[in-house]
């Protein structure tokens, strides 16, 4: 097991040292052989991320490279496996299009700027240790999130799929003009792409039942099965030359540069930094996150754990890599990791032979692509996102928590009309604003005796006993100043509705802190009760809240006693009166 | 008292048909008195007010008409006085000095506009019932935020008490600029203007000792005191008029139309609502809660109450009001509402008999204004804000709650050096943003028997009873997307220091609420620890908390039960192992 409170007290630490200790011969063939298998599906990948991002293909390439060694070295996951992901080349296309266009080459120049900037962020974040950020975009709105950026990278190859030129910025500009555009389309590249895109949901649905009967193991139908894209090249690329359908009309690939990643850097412009900096960010925290619950999930399963603030470091370095070699935004993708870790990779050993993979496919294999149709490769992209949109999300919260639904639903809508920045930034904002909202509306419950017990619960749900001169007040929720006028008003309420009232006890099991607005409020209320000649009392006050009131002069002040039990504090209070 | 729980139902409600039915002669002479009182001290802060908005005298005084008119209809407090305030002043100024120069015409009608839309977005608040927004502000912030302007209106008056000209738009430019006018000093205006300072700084602290020793009652001292400002104003302009000084440079307020309150609109022009929008909201917010602490401060004071959703309603009428008689954004002032209620006003016919003076002084008296130096109008201004800067807020909030300082220190800071709106909004920022940070890191407790009890304490603070099996953890805190992580990172470690565990109990008696995210995290912490033999129990869930796991297999599915006590709990676990 991964020593990772280790992690904690130097940063950045190089886990490799730890892994690469303890490498033989064994580790080196499970490597090796999920390297083979990762390679083989991430060629295709790659160039359709790229495409996807606006970017040319081999750009995809130089991004599988660097990247999976420096993570190799930085991260603390085994088998996690970083490049280009579709969210993030969606995100990067949306960074950019809006400054440069596609083509141009200003438009790599501002990738490379790009995956800088997000390395740099992610770099800082882990030195500041911050990686308990990506905890406040729940579950909910990332799943909206990504279904929503799922339609949307669907809506964008349809295009290719058809052979037509379309633009729109949101889902439904896409879907619109893509309805328009049914006339023009090119009728041999419609029935290479949809033949590709049958071909691979058979190959996800049909293909590993097929191969078990004919005596695969599961494990190994699973990982034959998603090769299936490059058969899907092969034939498609094969078809294409031997019949020259580029020249009836089908977009190929074309030439793509043979060769090594190159060396770059992003530009040093000001206001480019700042027109990409929000971008930037929201890259930064979907591609952490992103990376993090796929590591947590793959390492769970072997008793493995990660640390997320060495994970920042490694996914830092990574795209500033990225960014030196030519690459654009990248984070560990969810298909491949599992594909690694299904092929049995043992150690991040196994991304490093992957790099090899890649940087021999970029160095011999790139004429290889000249005649592949860019509707293959819109086909694999489309089979790969539409298993992201997962609109089970909608039920489940909607019967569990309505906060939570209205969340994923802000999310889904804002990120299909307006882009995934906006999607995402309104997803965490209407979160949070929810949960703020409940926490100032604190619930409230006079509390009695349950029989036979020394525990108060709440009147209006159980049989328990009451007195009529002392009041038991349980509040619900920390104090804070969104909620302490409420507490306020309700106190004035109950002590209005209970005329031989002479005790009120605030059962303080569940305050975990009481801040300044707060205690103001605490002392206006026992001045108000005093006035009235009844005293405040308070009971079960949690160790850390005790110790921050000692600080004041409210436990002096008040007029009546803290009890360490409500039950003595009843006792004691029925007896005396 | 005010029937506010048949406001809640009927929106907007007319308090004035409650209070006016038994309306009689006695609190006819005793609202007729404070008005009077109200009047002569609400002339020259009307002036002075308008000033430093940035806008000529007399719309000072046509915004202390109509606005006090409407709220005595529409509002709940019995002796809230509604007119120009400084901060709301100071606000104004910042929010349309961008946009158009001091003295134009665009200038005013900006004001105007702005004025109607802060009324609009109050009467919008107070239908929608969103008076509960105001208690995002905190108390510590409100405080930093007071302060600060308070520093910065006094800093924007120098200039007239000095005489000369400086531009700033922060606290540090504004002092560096005076500092290099020293030299260009006005001498005679400089002389007057300090003169008037002292003399008012006096009146505050020096006039009612001297007028008790004369033999006047304590409340009728205070009242005199604070007309003070107007024998300044009679004494310079007469000195001005008398020795003619306006020739030598002392600047007076000069020609003040004569008449009523003109009818006006507000400009309907999109662009200018778009850019106003930000400060309209702000403005409206600043005044809603400056007006509801006042409001409800002087209610406590004779047992009565004020209903917030009631007030929006009510300002937003006076905000409209304002905007179409030639004013400018109002609010509920302090300092004219406790004189108004030092003067025994009963009612709010108080207010309307206040608005029938101004309407006389606007009338008749403009002319006599014609020599008032206008270092005079500084003067009571920079005395009437000082009172306003506290910074004991700092102390207070050091030795209890950090954040509470840091989110005042941000909120004076930033407010001082990038102006009002931006200080507001970053000290609301910064304090949810602690609230938001302090949650997510929930205390967590190991609990045990506290003996001859069945209560439950920290292990690490009582001597209590615990048992090698039975590990019982008390969370302090909801969990929701932002803490659920770190819930299960605490009990895996746990777990790992407890050998010989079989069952985990959760007590809940602190978790308020579990939204979806918080779910999936307990359904993996059960599956994990079911995976090493050991069950995952709950004891004391919460009515709320157990009505909406009841829609969910959570409790089907757990490895363990749910008890009602975790007495029960670690009763029923130890004998059964």
New interface residues.
């Given amino acids: 097991m991964f020593h990772h409170h280790n992690l904690k007290k130097f940063l950045p630490s190089i886990p490799m040292l730890e892994w690469g200790r303890r490498y033989d011969r064994e580790t080196l063939v499970s490597d090796l052989v999920a390297a083979l298998i990762v390679t083989v599906m991430l060629i295709p990948q790659s160039l359709a991320y790229a495409l996807l991002a606006g970017l040319p293909p081999e750009v995809g390439l130089y991004a599988s490279v660097a990247p999976l060694v420096l993570y190799a070295i930085f991260g603390t996951s085994r088998v996690l496996a970083v490049g280009p992901v579709a969210v993030v080349s969606l995100m990067t296309a949306a960074a950019i299009g809006e400054h440069a266009a596609i083509g141009t080459p200003a438009y790599g120049a501002f990738a490379i700027t790009l995956a800088f900037m997000s390395g740099v962020i992610l770099l800082l974040m882990g030195f500041l240790r911050l990686g308990?950020l990506a905890?406040?975009?729940?579950?909910?709105?990332i799943s909206g999130f990504i279904s929503a950026s799922g339609l949307l990278i669907a809506a964008s190859q349809i295009k290719t799929l058809m052979g037509v030129d379309v633009q729109g910025h949101n889902f439904i500009d896409l879907v619109a003009s893509l309805a328009q555009q049914i006339p023009h389309v090119h009728l041999l590249t419609l029935a290479m792409g949809v033949g590709s895109t049958g071909f691979l949901f058979w190959v996800r649905k049909g293909l590993k039942p097929l191969l078990m009967r004919l005596g695969f193991q599961s494990r190994s139908a699973d990982v034959l099965a998603k090769t299936g894209p490059v058969a899907a090249i092969v034939v498609t690329s094969y078809l294409t030359w031997a019949f020259q359908w580029q020249l009836q009309g089908v977009k190929i690939v074309g030439a793509v540069p043979q060769g090594l990643p190159p060396l770059t850097l992003p530009l040093w412009d000001m206001a480019l930094w700042k027109t990409l900096a929000v971008p930037a960010l929201l890259i930064s925290v979907v591609g952490f996150v992103e990376s993090v619950s796929v590591g947590q999930t793959l390492a769970?399963k072997r008793r493995q754990r990660i640390a997320p603030n060495q994970e920042l470091v490694a996914l830092g370095a990574s795209n500033v890599s990225a960014a030196l070699t030519g690459g654009f935004p990248v984070t560990g993708g969810f298909a491949r990791s599992v594909v690694n870790f299904d092929a049995g990779a043992k150690t991040p050993a196994a991304g490093i032979f992957t790099a090899l993979g890649i940087t021999l496919a970029s160095l011999f294999l790139t004429p290889a692509l000249y005649f592949l149709p860019q509707a293959t490769l819109a086909a694999t992209i489309v089979v790969a996102v539409l298993s992201l949109v997962d609109f089970r999300i909608f039920k489940?919260?909607w019967?569990?928590?309505k906060?939570?639904f209205v969340a994923v639903l802000a999310t889904l809508l804002v990120t299909l009309t307006s882009g995934v920045e906006l999607g995402l930034v309104t997803g965490v904002g209407v979160?949070?604003a929810l949960?703020?909202y409940?926490?100032?509306?604190?619930?409230i419950?006079e509390v009695g005796l349950?029989p036979g017990?020394?525990?108060f619960?709440?009147i209006?749900?159980h049989e328990v006993g009451t007195q009529p001169t002392v009041l038991g007040l349980r509040v619900?929720?920390?104090l804070?100043?969104?909620?302490?006028?409420?507490l306020e008003d309700h106190v004035n309420e109950s002590v209005a509705s209970h005329p031989q009232l002479a005790h009120v006890v605030l059962q303080c099991?569940?305050?975990?802190?009481i801040?300044?607005?707060a205690?103001?409020s605490l002392e206006a209320i026992d001045s108000?009760l005093r006035a009235s000649g009844i005293l405040l009392h308070l009971s079960e006050v949690?160790?850390?809240v005790m110790d921050?009131l000692k600080?004041?002069h409210f436990l002096r002040d008040l007029s009546g006693k803290v009890y360490?039990?409500h039950?003595q504090a009843v006792q004691d209070l029925s007896s005396s009166t």
Same sequence: chains 1, 2.
């Fill in positions: 308990f905890h406040f975009l729940s579950h909910p709105v769970a489940r919260t019967g569990y928590s906060a939570d979160s949070l949960y703020l409940r926490t100032s509306r604190p619930h419950a349950v017990t020394e525990h619960r709440n209006m749900r619900d929720e920390s804070y100043f969104a909620n302490s006028r409420a099991s569940a305050i975990n802190s801040d300044a607005s205690l103001e108000r949690k160790g850390p921050r600080h004041t360490l039990t039950f």
